[in-house]
Structure formats: structure tokens, C-alpha cells
């Protein structure tokens, strides 16, 4: 999989739709989404700050097996949920909460150094263009195209502002992905619909913090830019879980 060439046209962006206006009310649920690479206690640190604030919080356990699959994992779990709930997505997980996002239930849409694609964008076509990320350069792919970042690369690319000793046990913790769910155009985009936040990882080695910034500022995010690593629920889980509270709030 290729870098993001961040390119479009400001009228393209100009054009969008303003996203729906937030209840007032603030969100009590949470709906934590994980990325490839990763399991959902990459979710860990983030969750028990919020549930320390009062949060209903669940860490869905994406299977990574194709988009369908952790789409079908998300809305079981978005289901479970009893009033507003914000979804919440890192890198991958982006494009799942786009996809099942428009439930009535979504108060907003929280995307952490995620992809966010638009109708019938897939990220494999979104990463057509340019040189491979040091990250990407990384990841290798198993005899049944499932891909997994090198173990020993894992530390520095993926979470390189955390103690080697975190960053080995998230690399020993990788969840595979199947490189066929790259390939999958979103269907939804939810974030055309309701309100979005967004936090950059201004350090990232995996996904460009340039494609985050135009993620952003199409979707016209409420947007934080932090001095992170891709895997910021993990190094910066302060700033992740303010940024998710702004959203449940509704600020």
C-alpha cells in the first residue's frame, strides 16, 4: 500500500454539506473502534479516563477479516448502546464508524489519526499515489494476505513516543488485517452527516499527517493537532479523551 498524495480541489471541499447540528444533551456512551494492527486494548488508557468521567464505555473487538465483518462488530455493538452515543475511530477503525456512523444513535464522529473516505473511496485507492510511509515499508503480508506490521520495526513506527517496552508488547498484541478489506469503497460516509472531530498525529509514521489534515479539513472537523505517534490513544490518552468529551458534549 502506497502514501496518500494529498491533493483536491477547494471547491470540491467548499461544496460539502454543513453536518447535522449536535443535540445539546451530552453523549453518556462511548463506542471505541480499532485500527489494523492493533486489538481493542489499544482503546485501554482512553477508556479508564472516560469511565473515571462517568462514561459508558465499550472497546469493540474488530475482527480485521474484511470491512463487512468490523462493520457488523461495530453496529452490535452501537445496538447495545441505550441513548446518544459518540463513535470513536483510530486509523482503519476511520473507516468503519464512516460506514455505520448515520445511526440515529451517533451523536458525532471522533476520527484518531484515521482514514476518513468518502462514497466509493477505498484506502487502497487513496493510497495510490507516492513513495510508502517508513511504517508502511514495515508491514508484510502472510501466505493468506493478511498483513502485519514487522515486529521489530513495530515499536518505532507504530508508537514511537512510548516506552520500547509498551511499544514490544502492543507488536507481540497485533492484530493481522486482510489486505483485501483495503480494497473496499465505502458505502456511507457518515461524516457528511454529523459532526466530526479530529485528532492528528503530527509525528505519524504509518498514515501521512498531511492525509490527516485533508481528512479534516473535508470533513470541517473540529480538529486537534498532537505531537503523537500514529498510535496516540496510546502515548497521548489526555488529550484523546478530552477531544472525545468535547465531542459527547456537543463543543
Known amino acids: 500500500m502506497k502514501l496518500l498524495t494529498v491533493t483536491t480541489a477547494l471547491g470540491a471541499i467548499l461544496a460539502m454539506g ?3 447540528a449536535a443535540s445539546a444533551a451530552t453523549a453518556r456512551n462511548i463506542v471505541l473502534v480499532h485500527g489494523a494492527f492493533a486489538d481493542a486494548s489499544s482503546w485501554d488508557k482512553v477508556a479508564g479516563l472516560l469511565r473515571d468521567k462517568g462514561f ?8 480485521l477479516t474484511s470491512l463487512e465483518d468490523d462493520v457488523a462488530a461495530t453496529r452490535k455493538a452501537l445496538d447495545a448502546q441505550k441513548g446518544p452515543t459518540v463513535l470513536v475511530g483510530h486509523s482503519w477503525g476511520g473507516v468503519v464508524i464512516g460506514e455505520v ?9 471522533v476520527y484518531v489519526a484515521a482514514f476518513a473516505p468518502d462514497k466509493g473511496e477505498s484506502v487502497q485507492a487513496l493510497s495510490a499515489n507516492g513513495p510508502p510511509t517508513e511504517g508502511l515499508q514495515a508491514v508484510r503480508p502472510d501466505a493468506k494476505g493478511f ?10 513506527v507504530f508508537v514511537g513516543d512510548a516506552p520500547a517496552e509498551e511499544g514490544a508488547k502492543l507488536a507481540e498484541r497485533q492484530m493481522p488485517i486482510n489486505g483485501a478489506a483495503f480494497a473496499s469503497k465505502a458505502v456511507v460516509a457518515a461524516w457528511r452527516v454529523k459532526p466530526t472531530y479530529y485528532a492528528i498525529s503530527a509525528n505519524d509514521l504509518m498514515l501521512p ?11 470541517k472537523a473540529t480538529t486537534v493537532t498532537l505531537p503523537s505517534s500514529h498510535a496516540s490513544p496510546v ?3 489526555e488529550a484523546v479523551a478530552a477531544l472525545i468529551e468535547q465531542a459527547a458534549a456537543g463543543q
Open 235 to 237: 502515548s497521548h490518552p
Open 18 to 20: 454543513s453536518p447535522a
Open 209 to 219: 499527517p498531511q492525509a490527516e489534515a485533508f481528512f479534516a479539513q473535508r470533513m
Open 101 to 109: 456512523g448515520d445511526s440515529p444513535k451517533v451523536k458525532a464522529l
Open 56 to 63: 459508558k464505555v465499550t472497546e469493540v473487538d474488530n475482527p
Open 147 to 156: 498483513l502485519s506490521i514487522d515486529p521489530a520495526a513495530f515499536p518505532h
